[in-house]
């Protein structure tokens, strides 16, 4: 069995672009990593500066969030929206160690109200600008606790998750096309040409905001995380992303590849890419 990464192991790295067309980069993005932090305040000892201030990782966290709405505060929902995540996860989320066991629906709720908090928190926002009406976003989380990987999924941001090689798509597209899909109405070799592939039916500050948690077993060896806005699926194919996976030397190596190849062809809306996945020394690549 795989024992849980060190920090120095994790190999994680994000990047947004504003493409070839668009003017505005209306992505945000989030890579970090949540600790317990001791903060002194005031003591005696003489090098209180070499306790363990900061205590194990608790959990990995990887955000992405496409602004909706072109003019109409995109960016600022976005912004708005990876803030109160990251204020939340900070500051509220309490129940990571239930991740995983017999009460995990502590930890499932949990992340369900933080990106409600969200939705709340860019709703307000808009509420108080009289130039951001009906300012929106996607949002695509994942957060790891080792030896687990919790996705929510409002819109349609995606998140991937590539195991010994072969690609698999962790998220659905929270869009009408994609649910007419569903329904059995639209077939789904249709679905690129329909002009509701990308007419979202859920969104963090829209009207709908219905996050859906997906929870996945990471301790596999080889494995690793991909989290991308849809500018990047617009020009690059899945069995495309899953090749350059297999072919990676690195995190960065990889976002950069799947970068190249979107501006590429055409670059014709931000892209935001962000993979995940621990390199233990001499050992085999595992997940975060």
Not at 16 to 34: I, K, P, S
Not at 244 to 260: A, I, N, P, T, Y
């Amino acid at each position: 069995m795989l024992t849980r990464p060190d920090d120095e192991d994790l190999d994680l790295f994000g990047l947004t672009h504003a493409g070839r067309v668009r003017t505005e980069n209306q992505d945000q993005f989030l890579v970090a990593t949540v600790h317990p932090q001791v903060v002194v305040h005031g003591t005696s000892l003489p090098d209180a500066d070499a306790l363990p201030l900061r205590g194990t990782r608790l959990a990995t966290l990887l955000v992405i969030a496409d602004g909706v709405g072109g003019s109409a505060g995109g960016r600022e929902a976005a912004r708005v929206a990876t803030e109160a995540i990251t204020r939340y996860v900070s500051s509220t989320l309490r129940s990571y160690h239930a991740a995983g066991t017999s009460t995990e629906d502590e930890f499932l709720e949990s992340l369900r109200a933080a990106a409600l908090e969200a939705h709340s928190a860019v709703k307000s926002h808009s509420a108080g600008r009289a130039d951001a009406k009906n300012m929106a976003t996607t949002l695509t989380l994942s957060i790891i606790v080792w030896p687990w990987m919790y996705v929510v999924q409002i819109g349609d941001s995606r998140a991937y998750f590539c195991e010994k090689g072969v690609l698999r798509q962790l998220t659905r597209d929270q869009t009408i096309g994609q649910e007419l899909v569903d329904q059995g109405i639209l077939p789904p070799e249709r679905l690129p040409h329909s002009p509701f592939r990308h007419v979202l039916s859920s969104a963090i500050g829209a009207d709908a905001a219905l996050p859906v948690v997906t929870r996945v077993d990471v301790k596999i060896g080889g494995s690793l995380v991909l989290l991308c806005s849809d500018g990047l699926t617009k020009h690059v194919s899945d069995s495309e992303i899953e090749s350059k996976c297999r072919d990676m030397s690195s995190s960065e190596g990889l976002v950069r590849d799947l970068l190249d190849l979107a501006l590429e062809r055409g670059g014709s809306d931000n892209v935001t890419i962000i993979c995940a996945r621990a390199v233990r020394k001499k050992k085999t690549p595992v997940t975060t």
